[in-house]
């Protein structure tokens, strides 16, 4: 019972019996009681609030009869499923008596930190081009509903529902070193892997333990925005490195830097792939000039094209190579679990910083993975995606060679999105504005792209990602066709 919410005001002029309504009415339109939620017996309400029973039950009935509650025969009193409820974004907190100026007291501020926005209601868009979301048309519900059921049951209770510590899920440790990083051309032992809350927690923990003040430290241009915040946190002296159609540029630029982030199988966000000879000149340049590389290796299963390019950290020879994977994509985002394969003594601390932040990633959903993945789930959902993506990919390619937006580049290999320049006056922030109106969602450029003082020139405004991994086949054209025509006004 919510014992908290249940107490009387002494209110002049109020009856007892309004009071109780008041209060029951006030709990259920502000939805801390929600609609099929029992509510306390008469006889419990009464005792709560030193009153008598009948009182409690003259008012329950009113509220009965008003569509609030609903009685259930020998079961007692719930809130009725049509109950009324309030505007959420109306209600407001009472406001303290005693203010502070809370800005003062920040340390740091992340709020206006500049990112990709996914709105959260993006499946409510007809048109939504947005990048990284799952498609639930190309998920088996009920496959991942059995492995977490396998994963609830009593002989997984103990590494399900115990405190870890700093320990990850052995049954999911073990597909990641036989199964998933093989396939990469990755080696590696237990000891040598670490579980994150998906690759961002992994970049985050990585920033934090090798990039802190003044190391220097070398980004794409453009890039994840995220990394690039989590980096500007650390204080470290951030070196932008130019994309080209085959990725980061490799030279001399590089020989001044302690440590490189890079995304060579599918550059973030231009989706240019690095082909092996860069790969070699960039792991010769490490060893020349003694920097860490870090690789970020996310979206190598969607290769539907051709065979994705043999991951950086296979062709490490000297263990200067990290290399950060994630089944944020192949999975679903909300999963949130990611992998860090590093020498065992980065994996130490880094599981000791792990620990410290937020112990371990939560239980059941390491053990409820391990079962999708070992099963087979994860190679059959895989297959799904490649033959829907490819199928759209196709479908995008068309569109935008219609629209006149042939500057459009996509993964070399598959991928799930478009990386596109629009002519060089539209300012896609506006542009995705507009496109709001008419239930059109695309993703503009401008957060990935280093803006003053770090970069020496004002970032380019044209630029936007159309991803199809959540936008069926058959709504690509006309939603492509919406876009070229707000271009074409905005001239």
């Not at 009681?33 to 509510?39: I, Y």
């Not at 048109?127 to 492995?147: E, I, K, M």
């Not at 994150?196 to 220097?216: D, I, K, M, P």
Request: aromatic share 8%; hydrophobic share 40%; net charge neutral.
């Amino acid at each position: 019972m919510k014992e908290a919410l249940f107490h009387l005001d002494a209110l002049d002029g109020v009856g007892l019996q309004a009071q109780v309504r008041e209060m029951l009415v006030s709990a259920i339109l502000s939805r801390q009681l929600l609609p099929g939620e029992a509510v306390p017996s008469t006889r419990a309400m009464a005792i709560q609030l030193g009153l008598s029973r009948n009182t409690v039950t003259l008012a329950y009935q009113a509220l009965v009869a008003d569509g609030y509650l609903e009685s259930r025969d020998r079961s007692g009193y719930y809130v009725g499923s049509d109950a009324p409820a309030s505007d959420p974004s109306s209600r407001r907190a009472p406001a303290p008596s005693c203010t502070l100026d809370w800005g003062k007291r920040f340390q740091r501020r992340y709020s206006d930190l500049r990112r990709v926005e996914k709105p959260l209601n993006w499946r409510e868009f007809d048109y939504p081009f947005v990048y990284g979301q799952a498609d639930p048309t190309l998920f088996n519900h009920s496959d991942w509903r059995d492995c977490a059921r396998q994963a609830l049951g009593l002989r997984n209770f103990e590494s399900m529902a115990g405190d870890k510590g700093e320990a990850d899920d052995p049954l999911l440790i073990d597909y990641i070193r036989a199964r998933t990083l093989p396939r990469r051309g990755v080696l590696a032992t237990s000891e040598q892997i670490l579980v994150t809350l998906g690759a961002q927690n992994a970049l985050f923990l990585l920033a934090e333990l090798l990039c802190s003040n003044g190391v220097r430290v070398a980004i794409e241009d453009p890039c994840y925005p995220d990394l690039r915040n989590a980096l500007e946190r650390q204080g470290a002296d951030i070196k932008l490195i130019p994309v080209d159609d085959d990725g980061m540029i490799v030279d001399e630029r590089l020989s001044n830097v302690d440590v490189v982030f890079v995304t060579p199988s599918h550059q973030a966000p231009s989706t240019a792939t690095m082909p092996l000879s860069r790969r070699r000149e960039l792991l010769a340049a490490a060893e020349r000039y003694d920097f860490i590389v870090i690789e970020d290796d996310y979206d190598f299963e969607l290769g539907f094209l051709q065979k994705p390019a043999p991951a950086l950290k296979s062709l490490d020879k000297t263990g200067r190579v990290i290399y950060v994977g994630s089944f944020s994509k192949s999975l679903f985002p909300g999963l949130r679990l990611g992998y860090v394969t590093a020498p065992e003594a980065v994996i130490v601390e880094a599981r000791a910083l792990r620990f410290l932040m937020l112990r371990h990633p939560p239980g059941h959903a390491q053990r409820t993975a391990a079962y999708f993945l070992a099963l087979g789930h994860h190679d059959s959902l895989i297959r799904r995606l490649q033959i829907a993506h490819a199928k759209r990919r196709e479908a995008m390619q068309t569109a935008l060679d219609a629209a006149g937006l042939g500057s459009a580049r996509a993964p070399q290999f598959g991928g799930a999105s478009f990386w596109t320049a629009a002519p060089e006056h539209i300012n896609t922030e506006h542009l995705a504005l507009r496109l709001r109106e008419r239930s059109v969602l695309i993703e503009t450029g401008t957060p990935f792209f280093a803006g003053p003082p770090m970069a020496h020139n004002p970032p380019p405004k044209n630029y936007m990602r159309l991803g199809y991994s959540s936008i069926s086949h058959d709504k690509i054209a006309a939603g492509i066709a919406i876009v070229a025509e707000e271009i074409r006004r905005m001239r």
